[in-house]
């Protein structure tokens, strides 16, 4: 059974960056598309950016100047970078895996996500 | 980006009752609208894929229906371990957006 799991610092200073990294256990990350998605508290779910497999990436417009995703098939793993980070930054991070089938995409598997509040 | 306004934002409910959940969204997404459960301190899950196909292992009391710009989400009786907060999410194009959520209350 795949599973997923963020790891990372809990705190970050403002305008440092933000690194986390999603470990994929139990199959394999070739194949598929890989996400991040964050929910700031009190707030609704929000896409930051896919990589694929093979390093293809996409990314929320409204992040892309401070996001960059990488993908390390040797380690199972891949990796998010947000810059110049804010407290409007402080979310929960989860990786999810996104499934592709012809037309239809879903986030099928998810981790439990991991809290990281921005404050000095 | 496309807008996805879900309602209601919460719900009391009881075990055994029928609960629908809405979802619109700001243009037309054909079929392309999933909807996931999420339970506290849990990885959420999907549950309905394409607007009415269920996920693998998924119970049958969750149904979705719709095309366009309208989605409902039924559970036809409500389980004690119903009681979470329910997403829709559109992919018909990027960046695919969430509904704001609906939790759903003992």
Same mark, same amino acid.
């Given at each position: 059974?795949?599973?997923l799991q963020e790891s990372g610092p809990g705190?970050?200073?403002?305008?440092?960056?933000?690194s986390l990294t999603c470990t994929?256990?139990?199959?394999?990350?070739?194949?598929?598309?890989?996400?991040?998605?964050?929910?700031?508290?009190?707030?609704?779910?929000?896409?930051?950016?896919?990589? $694929?497999?093979?390093? $293809?990436?996409?990314?929320?417009?409204?992040?892309?100047?401070?996001? /960059?995703?990488?993908? *390390? /098939? &040797?380690?199972?793993r891949?990796s998010l970078?947000?810059?110049?980070?804010? #407290?409007?930054?402080?979310?929960?991070y989860?990786c999810? %895996? !996104? %499934?592709?089938?012809?037309?239809?995409?879903?986030?099928?598997?998810?981790g439990q996500g991991t809290?990281v509040?921005? &404050?000095? | 980006?496309?807008?996805?306004?879900? $309602?209601?934002?919460?719900?009391?409910?009881?075990?055994?009752? %029928?609960?629908?959940? /809405?979802?619109?969204?700001?243009? *037309?997404?054909?079929?392309?609208?999933?909807?996931?459960?999420?339970?506290?301190?849990? #990885?959420?899950?999907?549950?309905?894929?394409?607007?009415?196909?269920? !996920?693998?292992?998924?119970?049958?009391?969750?149904?979705? %229906?719709?095309?366009?710009? *309208?989605?409902?989400?039924?559970?036809? $009786?409500?389980?004690? !371990?119903?009681?979470?907060?329910?997403?829709?999410?559109?992919?018909?194009?990027?960046?695919?957006?969430?509904?704001?959520?609906?939790?759903? !209350?003992?």
């Open positions: 059974q795949v599973q705190l970050v200073k403002p305008s440092e960056t933000l994929v256990s139990g199959g394999s990350i070739s194949n598929y598309y890989w996400s991040w998605i964050r929910q700031p508290p009190g707030k609704g779910l929000e896409w930051i950016g896919y990589i $694929s497999y093979s390093g $293809s990436t996409g990314y929320n417009p409204s992040l892309r100047s401070r996001v /960059t995703l990488s993908v *390390d /098939t &040797s380690r199972n891949f970078k947000l810059t110049s980070v804010t #407290a409007a930054d402080t979310a929960v989860c999810a %895996r !996104e %499934r592709w089938d012809g037309p239809s995409h879903v986030f099928d598997i998810w809290m509040t921005v &404050s000095s | 980006d496309i807008q996805m306004t879900q $309602s209601p934002s919460s719900l009391s409910a009881s075990v055994g009752d %029928r609960v629908t959940i /809405t979802c619109q969204a700001s243009q *037309d997404i054909s079929n392309h609208l999933n909807w996931y459960q999420h339970k506290p301190g849990k #990885a959420p899950k999907v549950l309905i894929y394409d607007a009415s196909s269920l !996920e693998t292992g998924v119970p049958s009391r969750f149904s979705g %229906r719709g095309s366009g710009t *309208d989605f409902t989400f039924t559970i036809s $009786s409500l389980q004690p !371990e119903d009681f979470a907060t329910y997403y829709c999410q559109h992919y018909d194009s990027l960046p695919p957006t969430f509904g704001g959520g609906t939790k759903v !209350e003992i």
